[in-house]
């Protein structure tokens, strides 16, 4: 079992930047991806960002090319998300996700026009 718990959101005005943490504990020598996903109220779930845990291409969804950042500590076993030039739109609870079995409670981001 992984478990994984997400940090670091809050309310922000557009424009301004959030970091969000996951840290990721259990069984962390069988992770081999971890991603970032969003749901906005009255959306799906959508991919954010991944990062594979022993290296490798980081993949972005499209509108967030640019402003994202993911990155990773695999001593502190934890996975970052700097999210810069926020907008609106990217209000939503974000979750980690680590491989396709496990998920993070989620942290809310709010961003303010």
């Known amino acids: 079992q992984v478990q994984l718990v997400e940090s670091g959101g809050g309310l922000v005005q557009a424009g301004g930047s959030l970091r969000l943490a996951c840290v990721a504990s259990?069984?962390?020598?069988?992770?081999?991806?971890i991603m970032w996903y969003r749901q906005a109220p009255g959306k799906e779930r959508e991919f954010v960002a991944g990062?594979?845990?022993?290296?490798?291409?980081?993949p972005y969804a499209d509108s967030v090319k640019g402003r994202f950042t993911i990155s990773r500590d695999n001593d502190k076993n934890t996975v970052y998300l700097q999210m810069n030039s926020l907008k609106p739109e990217d209000t939503a609870v974000y979750y980690c996700?680590?491989?396709?079995?496990?998920w993070g409670q989620g942290t809310q981001v709010t961003v303010s026009s």
């Open positions: 996700r680590a491989n396709s079995a496990y």
């Open positions: 259990g069984r962390t020598n069988s992770i081999y991806i």
């Open positions: 990062i594979k845990w022993s290296g490798g291409s980081t």
